[in-house]
């Protein structure tokens, strides 16, 4: 998706930036970890697949993704991006004729980062750049039944559960913005600020992510 090519939204614990082709080649290493491919249910992709996938999710209308970075270590001056780099989170409207539906998917792929609350966070952040970027009102995620983490995660978040795919091994939780848990999450939010992404350069001023277009 083009709309968030230029936008970086910072977060308490996390800096969300568009995924790019430099992010490729660590998000590939991540990726042949046979524990990352069982908890995403992903196939693994050869470098050059990963790039064509990252080009996919740049341009496709109904695709939005973010890598997400450590904001401590990405504050430092001489840090590289690359470097700073722990997971990512996507969105994917699912359906052509309902644009306000939307599949949630986060992985914090640096083992060492999980459980220290950056999944609620970015999770939390993904939710209202949907809603208030997006015009989202329904999310949903399809989680492995033995992902015990992430289900409790996206509970957590007021996500339900809605179908099982013995299948598959998956659940399927959705979540419905009503307007109580919209003006929640935005008021929950309001500290994340949205600004324009320029890889490399120091941090300018922003405002409210609520508050720019
Ligand atoms: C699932 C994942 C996104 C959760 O993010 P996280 O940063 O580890 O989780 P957080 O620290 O933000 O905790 C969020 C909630 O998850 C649950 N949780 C976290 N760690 C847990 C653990 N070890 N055991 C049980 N529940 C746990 C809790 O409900 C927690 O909320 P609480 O701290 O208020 O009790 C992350 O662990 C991850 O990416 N794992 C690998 C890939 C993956 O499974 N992706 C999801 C695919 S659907």
């Known amino acids: 998706m083009k709309i968030n090519e230029n936008t970086l ?23 042949k970890s046979p524990e990352l491919q069982l908890l995403t249910a992903s196939e693994p992709l050869s470098l050059e697949q990963e790039y064509e996938m990252q080009r996919s999710w740049r341009e ?41 539906l939307a599949e949630l998917e986060i992985m914090i792929a640096e083992p ?22 997006l015009g989202i009102q329904k999310f949903e995620a399809k989680i492995g039944l033995d992902n015990t983490v992430s289900i409790a995660m996206f509970k957590k978040l007021h996500f339900q559960e809605l179908s099982v795919c013995k299948v598959f091994g998956e659940v399927t939780l959705g979540m419905t913005v009503d307007p109580s848990l919209r003006t929640k999450l935005l008021g929950d939010m309001a500290y994340v600020k949205e600004r324009q992404y320029q890889r490399h350069s120091s941090q300018p001023t922003g405002a409210g992510v609520m508050t720019t277009t």
């Open 112 to 133: 060492s980062y999980r459980g220290k609350g950056l999944g609620k966070e970015v999770t939390c952040m993904m939710l209202c750049y949907g809603i208030s970027k």
């Open 9 to 31: 939204l910072e977060g308490d614990k996390v800096v969300l930036v568009p995924y790019n082709d430099h992010h490729v080649p660590r998000y590939h290493e991540w990726m």
């Open 60 to 100: 496709d209308n109904d695709k939005c993704t973010f890598i997400i970075l450590d904001k401590q270590r990405w504050s430092e001056p001489a840090a590289q991006e690359e470097q700073c780099m722990l997971g990512d989170v996507n969105m994917f409207l699912t359906d052509p004729t309902d644009l306000s």
